[in-house]
């Protein structure tokens, strides 16, 4: 099991930017792909983001392509989400995953990942 812990949330007006991390640490953090989702009061988690083990291969929801960029830096365990241009809908709660198994493809679905953080608050104010 990997433990992950995220950081860099706040309170922000829309357009601005936050970059947020996530450490991970209890498993070979490089051989795992990692992904953010986010979750908002009354809806149903979402996948943000998702990048595959060796970084080369990346996914992203819609709602934020071409203004978040999912990235990783393996000899510091650790995932980034870079948010640019933010909106007041993409206020919820960030949560960092690692993908289940080792050495996938992108995944991008809520089961595909088996250990989770416990979430940072993004408010995006108008």
């Known amino acids: 099991q990997v433990q992950l812990v995220e950081s860099g949330g706040g309170l922000v007006q829309a357009g601005d930017s936050l970059r947020l991390s996530c450490v991970a640490s209890?498993?070979?953090?490089?051989?795992?792909?990692m992904g953010w989702f986010r979750q908002a009061p009354g809806k149903e988690r979402e996948c943000v983001a998702t990048?595959?083990?060796?970084?080369?291969?990346?996914y992203y929801a819609d709602s934020v392509k071409g203004r978040f960029t999912i990235s990783r830096d393996n000899a510091k365990n650790t995932a980034y989400l870079q948010m640019n241009s933010l909106k007041p809908e993409d206020t919820a709660v960030y949560y960092c995953?690692?993908?289940?198994?080792?050495?996938?493809?992108?995944?991008?679905?809520?089961?595909?990942?088996?250990?989770w953080g416990r979430g940072t608050q993004v408010t995006v104010s108008s």
């Open positions: 209890g498993r070979t953090f490089s051989a795992y792909g």
């Open positions: 995953a690692a993908d289940r198994a080792p050495l996938r493809p992108v995944v991008v679905s809520t089961s595909d990942f088996g250990s």
């Open positions: 990048i595959t083990w060796s970084g080369d291969r990346t």
